[in-house]
């Protein structure tokens, strides 16, 4: 399976959730930015929800940035993945650092995405979306930090994601939705896309208009 660009994918989501969602009231579709919110517009324009944005940021191992091995909220909540962390013998000193640059960016994106700012979390159902989940910390903190703020349900939806990653989510969201589940590996978000350009930070502000 291999999605054109972002836009299709979220069309195609879209229409995949619509039969599926067993929605009890409210919704709101959150993006995770960038490139998840482009994905989010389309499908929170089929789904009939506003939209608005989840800007929770992985952490990133120091020699190898991609490579999560955390994530942190708004909060400044942060969530380990402790056989990442044994395996890079990171220190909390290691782990503190990361997390205070990746808090910086995350009130930063605060200031600039203002638009899609949730103000709103009780009795409200929110769909999460990204362009992809890899290991799927960066969607484990949303969703912790969306129920710890009273949400009503929290469900997970993505065009692509390894199918372990799928499993696993199950034990945090109320419900997940992977439209092409796959084991293949290795596995990267951007194999599957052909169109899988860099979103910058005036379109995601245009997205949320």
Known sequence: MIFSNRQEAGRILGE??????KRKGACV???IPRGGVVVAKEAAKILGCPL????????????NPEL???????????YLDKNTVEYFRLTPETIKKVAQEELKKIRDRERKFEKGKISQFEEVEFIVVDDGIATGMTVEAGVKYLKRKGAKRVIVAVPVCPKD????LKNYADEVYCYHSTTSSPFAVGMFYRDFRQVEDEEVQNLLQ
Request: charged share 35%.
């Open 68 to 78: 999560a091995f955390g994530a942190i909220d708004p909060d400044g909540e942060i």
């Open 16 to 21: 995949w959730l619509k039969d599926r969602l």
């Open 29 to 31: 579709v959150l993006g």
């Open 52 to 63: 608005g944005v989840l800007i929770v940021r992985k952490l990133g191992v120091p020699e």
């Open 165 to 168: 990653t799928e499993e696993r």
